[in-house]
């Protein structure tokens, strides 16, 4: 059974930083290009970064600078690592396959309030 773990979100103030971590099981990611999605309340889900098997990463323009994708293919684990983060970054956060080939996880709330 193929399944994703998302974990690491907190409530954190404007500015400060988080690190998130998504280890899958019943499946090897290291074929796949991964990605972190998030979705806002009231919103769709939105493409944040994407890391491919060769570890090339893209971000959406709007995390540029601030967010850094990377993988442990021997842990079979993603990492977002968030900086800077602004109260517009306030969402529940998910990894998957890039395109969600794979089963969806409960994500982890990342709240960025004073």
């Known amino acids: 059974q193929v399944q994703l773990v998302e974990s690491g979100g907190d409530l954190v103030q404007p500015g400060g930083s988080l690190r998130l971590s998504c280890v899958a099981s019943?499946?090897?990611?290291?074929?796949?290009?991964m990605a972190w999605y998030r979705q806002a309340p009231g919103k769709q889900r939105e493409l944040v970064a994407t890391i491919t098997s060769g570890t090339s990463t893209n971000y959406a323009d709007s995390m540029k600078g601030r967010f850094t994708i990377s993988r442990d293919n021997a842990k079979n684990t993603v990492y977002l690592q968030m900086n800077s983060l602004k109260p517009e970054d306030t969402a529940v956060y998910y990894c998957?396959?890039?395109?969600?080939?794979?089963?969806w996880g409960q994500g982890t709330q990342v709240t960025v309030s004073s």
């Open positions: 019943g499946i090897s990611i290291s074929i796949y290009a």
């Open positions: 998957n396959a890039f395109g969600g080939g794979l089963p």
